[in-house]
Nanobody, 121 residues
């Protein structure tokens, strides 16, 4: 079993920046893709960005050019750098990882509890 803890959420003015972190701990065997989703009030959860084990990234159109995503495999940590923030970026941000144990044939998704990002206009 693995646990994910997000941090870095805060209240920031439009145009500002934040860096979210997601630390994975527990009985880690193999981590595949990692990523972030977000959910704004009364909206469905949406994909923000993903990063493969090899470091290839993919971003939602709404954040392309403003957000970057990286991971430190040695530290089992992922970072979402968010620049030029907009009020529309306000949401709870959730990190996830695909993890499997040595006994699993497939990866399973694990989620963090979320961190609040609020962007004021």
């Amino acid at each position: 079993q693995v646990q994910l803890v997000e941090s870095g959420g805060d209240l920031v003015q439009a145009g500002g920046s934040l860096r979210l972190s997601c630390v994975v701990s527990g009985s880690i065997f193999s981590i595949n893709d990692m990523g972030w989703y977000r959910q704004a009030p009364e909206k469905q959860r949406e994909l923000v960005a993903t990063i493969t084990a090899g470091g290839n990234t993919n971003f939602a159109d709404s954040v392309k050019g403003r957000f970057t995503l990286s991971r430190d495999n040695a530290k089992n940590t992922m970072y979402l750098q968010m620049n030029s923030l907009k009020p529309d970026d306000t949401a709870v941000y959730y990190c996830y990882v695909q993890h499997r144990t040595m006994y699993d044939l497939r990866y399973s998704d694990y989620w963090g509890q979320g961190t609040q990002v609020t962007v004021s206009s």
